[in-house]
């Protein structure tokens, strides 16, 4: 009993020293442009429901390591292909559930076509749906029983779509300085990148926050081509 506990002291004391690694990458990333301007109190919040459910610790640190070595590395080309992107929101979504009760509903569903052949091709800006996940874990509705937070990946005939809801907080949110920012630079970024070839939409019904995002990769990748 004692040597288990002694071991089991000693995994710990080392997932300790790795997250702070981590951290210390976290807080070493230099936010350079719009393609890779993130808001840092993601990562720390996500660290801090890490570290405060020991009992999912390994799991979440799997999934945390596949999204740093996304935004470190990935993250730092153009564009990376729809199922990377996906792949990357999956494990940001599941890191983000060690912040709810068990009971808490969060529904994911993906519909996606994996032999379309844009669907391995890199057309999706890197980070592209970071805004919209971390916008509905910040903003809803955790502590009533009919709260929820629904979302949906599609990938059908070359669009992406992802479509996200959840039930609004009645808790006012503390106001901060730089709160925002992630919406201006997602707007700023597809404008940019996709021009005509995106339809982003926000709106409530009800209690409930909705943001529909479809990009139209075909119609992008034919504009790329044409401006060759």
């Known amino acids: 009993m004692y040597t288990r506990l002694v071991y ?10 790795r997250f702070r690694l981590y951290e210390k990458e976290i807080n070493s990333l230099e936010l350079k442009s719009l393609e890779s301007r993130l808001d840092p109190h993601l990562f720390k919040n996500i660290l801090n429901s890490i570290q405060s ?16 070595d996304y935004i470190l590395y990935e993250s730092q080309n153009r564009f990376v292909t729809p199922k990377e992107e996906i792949e990357f929101a999956l494990n940001l979504i599941e890191i983000n559930k060690i912040k ?29 749906s970071i805004d919209l996940i971390e916008n509905a874990f910040k903003h809803a509705d955790l502590q009533t029983a009919d ?3 629904s979302i949906t990946f599609e990938f059908k005939e070359s669009v992406f779509y992802l479509n996200v809801s959840n039930k609004i907080s009645v808790k006012k949110q503390l106001y901060k300085q730089h709160s925002g920012i992630g919406t201006q630079t997602l707007e700023q970024r597809l ?8 339809k982003l939409e926000r709106f409530t019904e009800g209690d409930v926050y909705i943001a529909q995002l479809k990009i139209n990769l075909l119609g992008h990748k034919a504009k790329m081509l044409a401006t060759r």
Not at 53 to 68: E, F, I
Not at 191 to 198: S, T, V
Request: aromatic share 12%; charged share 25%.
């Open 8 to 17: 089991a002291q000693r995994r710990l004391k080392d997932t300790e020293n």
């Open 53 to 68: 459910h020991a009992y999912q610790t390994y799991y979440a640190l799997d999934k945390m390591a596949n999204v740093l």
């Open 100 to 128: 709810t009760s068990p009971l808490f509903d969060i529904k994911v569903k993906t519909s996606i076509n994996e032999s379309e052949p844009l669907y391995e091709q890199e057309l999706l800006a890197p980070l592209i």
């Open 147 to 149: 709260a929820f937070i």
């Open 191 to 198: 404008k940019i990148i996709y021009k005509e070839n995106f």
